[in-house]
């Protein structure tokens, strides 16, 4: 099965910084790529998605890219703000599967 | 209406009790999905129903019991849980097929197990 590693763990950055969150995955037949702002006490949100066929996508502050040949994907948020501040976890999802695999998530602290 | 809607929000229940969690989503969506989440970890999940019928069951015990009566409902049943059951339990839907893959989770139930 598909196995997602998640890095770095925790990530403390001052407001305004850039931050970075990557991923690793095992299963070359995943194909579609979301990540997931998780505050606290609150669900999981989807902020953005990739798939396979697409090297990066853009949302306003927050981007992310896609390496298929190293099996590797990051999450990239710029000038960072307070609201920022959650755990966020990546997935990756096998094609002709709808179940995702999550990684184990980073908690995000941004200082004012 | 793009709402994963659960309830109850919080449920606090005796080892000997039995009660049960709701979802409901109304997007058409024919997989819909519950986890386990403890604190600052990834959900976890636990059973799957694509098109009402149970397809994952990830080796659950049996004290929970899921339930899909339709393609909008998903029921979690509870019965004799330990301490260790504490945690969000968030339910899911998704689109089996098409262009929409991201999952929408609910807002979840907080169960507290005394």
């Known amino acids: 099965g598909e196995n997602v590693e998640q890095h770095p763990s925790t990530l403390s950055v001052q407001e305004g910084d850039s931050a970075v969150i990557k991923c690793t995955y095992s299963d070359s037949a995943s194909n579609y790529f979301p990540w997931y702002k998780q505050e606290l006490g609150k669900r999981p949100q989807l902020i953005i998605d990739?798939?396979?066929?697409?090297g990066e996508k853009k949302d306003q502050r927050i981007a992310v890219t896609l390496n298929k040949t190293a099996k590797h994907f990051s999450l990239h948020i710029t000038e960072t703000q307070p609201e920022d501040s959650a755990v966020y976890f990546c997935?990756?999802?096998?094609?002709?599967?709808?179940?995702?695999?999550f990684g184990r998530g980073t908690s995000l602290i941004v200082h004012p | 209406d793009t709402e994963v809607t659960q309830t109850p929000k919080h449920l606090v229940m005796g080892m000997t009790n039995k009660k049960s969690l709701k979802c409901e989503q109304h997007?058409?969506?024919?997989?819909m999905y519950w986890y386990k989440q403890k604190a600052k970890k990834p959900p976890e999940l636990m059973f799957v129903y694509s098109y009402e019928k149970l397809s994952i069951n990830e080796s659950v015990p049996s004290r929970f019991s899921p339930e899909c009566p339709n393609s909008s409902l998903l029921n979690l049943h509870l019965h004799a849980l330990q301490p260790e059951d504490s945690a969000l339990y968030l339910c899911?839907?998704?689109?089996?097929?098409?262009?929409?893959?991201?999952?929408?989770f609910g807002s979840g139930t907080r169960l507290t197990v005394v």
């Open positions: 997007m058409g969506h024919r997989a």
């Open positions: 899911a839907s998704s689109q089996e097929q098409g262009t929409t893959y991201g999952y929408t």
């Open positions: 997935a990756a999802r096998p094609g002709g599967s709808y179940i995702p695999t």
């Open positions: 990739i798939r396979s066929n697409v």
